[in-house]
């Protein structure tokens, strides 16, 4: 048991220190050095020779020596990482952790709020049409769930963003609060953080609610199917307390391990939304470092997103054998 | 010599199940539409993109079937020719991706033992990065210009999942008898995986190939929308970019139907796919239909 989640924490290291070493090899290899593009900026703005717009360019914006050989760059960069320095984004001349520190929040909150959203409505939904085979309902979750398994997240967020936000102005179209209003923990201020952040909420809700629909449908199917559940049908017992204390509390367990690999794909498709709704998350960011080439910017919200994948994981991973004995009974086997 | 006698074995086999699938069916329509929209099409419709202000935002009309974009170009001509790039991308992208989910997973099921788990570590770290950001960030970088190399790209991301299912399937077959035969009879480890192995994982790839033209699909189109690779004007991806982004035509009501039609053809292609999919599992898998 220890050792497998002394296992799991060695592999999530290494995940995450392969994918920082990908994001490292590929800026290197950029054709036309970064420090010359920044150091042509800053020639530009400052109005200083060339030379000496790339010796402020070495020591403040990219954070290591590219006199040096690779290796040694390498490793330079990997101990920065550790210790938290993430590089600096050349766009907003800051430190990428002060962008992250800004953004983070607002990525969180939204995806948290979405990711349990979803999994409510969707489980619940999952539950009744497995239990009422005979009903509408069934036909059209099915339906609803293919078709938004075949719309991409762009798409969606596109139409919610041009019909509810453009042509009938219901919620702003940019934003994560009121700028009026500064940030602070009074009523005004948080229903505008909630007003600002549903349209956001609503694309992920619309996208994710089919998938955990069918997925809980076809865990409860199975459930149902298992002799005790039978045995409380027989003993005459409430239709609720089946589905919740007998259906619902196996037929989740299964379903549940899946909310760490949607809050990656829903991280990965942060981007794309954060970006339709002008919305300022780490997706946001990430999507404008790309646009305008910000590869140190690029590179640390990048590595924070592995970050948060692989940790997402790692959590779901110890958790779930606490919290189903079947896995632990197996994992205690292998 | 046998070529009639194949052919109508695939007719058997492959087509005729899908014929008598309604859903399949249907997304084998969709699909044939889109891919002589992008093979014939181009040769039938013309592509004029010379700017004529004049004709900014027409909307649908028989001359411009499906209106003109924000300088007066048909955006019908374009949805044609963009559909070639797009479906190019989709294919190239499955096709490198199956081949190496077809290597890794039969060479990790077939040896076991170290180099199992080896690529399996390498499988499950594929599986971990979240492949979007990935893309995108590498897309980026390397500034790719043609279809091969963005294909490239996508297909290092999709492959791993398809591997996994491979290996499993193998390593459960590995050691059953026809196996244990073909290797005493000295037939060669082409012989076992080709005529073997392959057939049996066959159903698995036909529909991982759907669904990663479609994944191949949204991410190329979603790779475009945020302008990051824009190296063919005609690309749905670019041309919603163009709307979204860079003209604002959504922003105004004459210019909303320059968004929705490569929208609509992107939902309606991706609709086509995961029928097709979702129609080829139940024929492969009959179990599957009694819990629709």
Redesign the interface.
């Known amino acids: 048991m220890l050792w497998r989640i002394i296992k799991r924490i060695i592999?999530a290291f290494?995940?995450i220190f392969?994918?920082a070493s990908?994001?490292f090899f590929?800026?290197y290899?950029?054709?036309g050095s970064v420090v010359d593009i920044i150091a042509a900026q800053l020639a530009e703005e400052m109005g200083v020779p060339f030379e000496e717009a790339k010796e402020i360019a070495l020591t403040y914006y990219v954070g290591y020596d590219p006199n040096k050989p690779l290796l040694e760059r390498y490793v330079e960069y990997i101990l920065n990482l550790l210790t938290g320095n993430l590089g600096r984004s050349t766009i907003f001349r800051v430190p990428v952790t002060e962008v992250i520190v800004k953004a983070l929040p607002w990525t969180l909150f939204v995806l948290s709020t979405a990711l349990l959203t979803s999994f409510a409505i969707g489980v619940l939904l999952g539950l009744i049409i497995a239990w009422r085979r005979r009903t509408i309902l069934g036909p059209i979750v099915?339906a609803y769930a293919?078709?938004t398994?075949?719309?991409?997240?762009?798409?969606t967020a596109?139409?919610l963003?041009?019909v509810l936000a453009?042509?009938l102005k219901l919620f702003p179209m940019k934003g994560a609060y009121s700028e009026s209003l500064t940030p602070g923990l009074y009523p005004d201020f948080i229903l505008s953080v909630l007003y600002h952040a549903t349209l956001p909420i609503l694309a992920y809700v619309v996208e994710h609610v089919g998938f955990w629909a069918l997925l809980m449908k076809?865990s409860a199917?199975s459930v149902l199917e298992e002799d005790f559940v039978k045995a409380a049908v027989a003993r005459g017992l409430p239709e609720r307390r089946i589905l919740t204390a007998y259906v619902g509390r196996v037929a989740i367990l299964p379903v549940a391990v899946m909310l760490a690999i949607q809050l990656?794909?829903m991280?990965?498709?942060s981007?794309?939304i954060e970006?339709?709704f002008n919305y300022p998350g780490i997706g946001y960011f990430?999507?404008y470092a790309?646009?305008n080439?910000d590869?140190g910017l690029?590179q640390g919200l990048?590595f924070v997103?592995?970050v948060g994948?692989?940790v997402a994981?790692l959590v779901i991973d110890i958790i779930y054998p606490l919290i189903d004995p079947r896995v632990r009974r197996e994992a205690g086997r292998l | 010599m046998n070529i009639k006698k194949r052919l109508v074995n695939i007719y058997y086999s492959f087509l005729r199940p899908i014929f008598k699938n309604r859903r399949a069916f249907t997304g084998f329509v969709i699909l044939l539409g889109f891919f002589l929209m992008a093979t014939v099409g181009p040769l039938v419709v013309p592509l004029s993109l010379r700017t004529d202000w004049s004709k900014r935002y027409l909307p649908p009309s028989l001359e411009h079937p499906l209106g003109t974009d924000y300088c007066g170009r048909d955006i019908f001509q374009q949805i044609v020719h963009g559909s070639r790039s797009v479906l190019l991308i989709a294919v190239l992208s499955a096709l490198f991706a199956i081949v190496l989910a077809i290597t890794v997973g039969i060479t990790a099921g077939l040896l076991g033992g170290i180099v199992d788990v080896i690529l399996s570590?390498i499988i499950?770290?594929f599986l971990?990065?979240?492949?979007?950001?990935?893309m995108?960030?590498?897309a980026?970088?390397?500034?790719v210009k043609d279809p091969f190399s963005f294909s490239a790209i996508i297909s290092m991301w999709m492959w791993a999942g398809l591997a996994r299912s491979i290996r499993a399937e193998v390593v459960s077959i590995r050691n059953k008898e026809f196996i244990e035969a073909a290797k005493l009879l000295d037939l060669g480890t082409f012989h076992i995986v080709f005529r073997e192995i392959m057939p049996l994982v066959m159903p698995y790839i036909a529909i991982n190939f759907i669904t990663m033209m479609?994944a191949a699909?949204?991410a190329s189109?979603?790779i475009m929308?945020?302008?990051?690779v824009p190296f063919d004007i005609t690309h749905w991806g670019v041309m919603?970019n163009l709307a979204?982004f860079q003209y604002g035509a959504?922003?105004v009501?004459e210019g909303?139907h320059y968004?929705l039609a490569p929208?609509a053809c992107?939902?309606l292609l991706?609709?086509g796919?995961?029928?097709l999919s979702?129609g080829l599992e139940e024929i492969f898998n009959p179990r599957l239909k009694t819990?629709?």
Request: overall charge negative; proline content about 5%.
């Open positions: 592999y290494f995940t392969l994918s990908i994001t590929l800026i290899n950029i054709p099915t293919s078709f398994d075949a719309m991409p997240d762009f798409v596109m139409i963003y041009i453009v042509r076809g199917a990656g794909a991280l990965g498709g981007t794309i970006t339709v990430f999507a790309t646009q080439l590869y690029m990048f997103i592995i994948i692989v994981n | 570590s499950d770290v971990t990065i979240p492949s979007f950001p990935v995108l960030i590498i980026a970088t390397l500034k479609r699909i949204t189109v979603g929308f945020l302008g990051v919603l979204m959504v922003y009501p909303l968004a929208l992107i939902v991706e609709y796919a995961v029928c979702h819990y629709e």
